[in-house]
């Protein structure tokens, strides 16, 4: 069975641009999460895609959006990028959504994103 | 909404048994604790999961007391691979959060 994949795996933008990332989760998989990784901040989470509804929200600004297509494919962008949105941006998959008891993630290998 | 706290980082030698230990306030009956493994530049794997008492599997034991407050990861006999960071998660059946811990950088040495 494929893992999560996500792509690109890395990326250099400038200041002011947007950037699209792509996950694609594990076959069969309906619950599609977001995490930001930072070295001093951890991780951090973004949100959570079940049957392309958004069931969860982090704390992040407005620039940092999301979606899921009916396939479970799930696609996060963040507008005006700042230096500080460099990080790795992981993408994890699940049978489940949170909430829902036994709830296992399987990760991606992670976007890293370099703002300059 | 429950909050995790767990050591900032451990060291240990080869052949140790090795407790890492969460504590985690304000959570639930429902509500579950998952441990988590990440490696360098890769993505967190899953390590085990339990909401009471003991549970074991092939690489860890994971103890959760009877008042819930806190866990522990137990990891028998580490080696140098087991050199990773450590994260712990609290999944709030209320209201679909997700609590995870800072990660506890775990050194095991020869």
């Known amino acids: 069975k494929a893992g999560v994949t996500q792509t690109p795996r890395y990326l250099i933008k400038t200041r002011g641009q947007q950037v699209t990332l792509s996950c694609s989760p594990i076959?069969?998989?309906?619950?599609v999460s977001w995490y930001q990784q930072t070295p001093g901040q951890g991780l951090q989470f973004l949100f959570e895609?079940?049957?392309?509804?958004?069931?969860n929200k982090g704390n992040f600004p407005g620039r940092f959006s999301g979606r899921q297509f009916s396939n479970s494919r799930s696609e996060m962008n963040v507008s005006t990028l700042e230096l500080g949105d460099s990080a790795l941006y992981l993408c994890?998959?699940?049978?489940?959504?949170?909430?829902?008891?036994?709830?296992?993630?399987?990760f991606g290998p992670g976007t890293r994103l370099t703002v300059t | 909404l429950a909050k995790t706290t767990q050591p900032i980082s451990m060291d240990s030698y080869e052949g140790q048994e090795v407790n890492i230990t969460c504590s985690h306030n304000n959570i639930a009956t429902n509500d579950y604790i998952t441990w988590y493994q990440q490696f360098p530049s890769q993505g967190p794997r899953f390590i085990i999961q339990?909401?009471?008492?003991?549970v074991t599997n092939e690489v860890a034991s994971l103890f959760i007391p009877a008042d819930r407050k806190s866990s522990t990861l137990s990891l028998p006999r580490v080696s140098l691979s087991d050199t990773a960071v450590y994260y712990c998660l609290v999944d709030e059946d209320s209201n679909y959060q997700l609590i995870w811990g800072a990660g506890t950088k775990l050194i095991i040495k020869p």
């Open positions: 339990g909401y009471k008492t003991k």
């Open positions: 895609y079940f049957s392309e509804t958004q069931r």
């Open positions: 994890a998959s699940s049978l489940a959504t949170a909430g829902a008891g036994s709830y296992e993630q399987y």
């Open positions: 076959s069969g998989h309906r619950s």
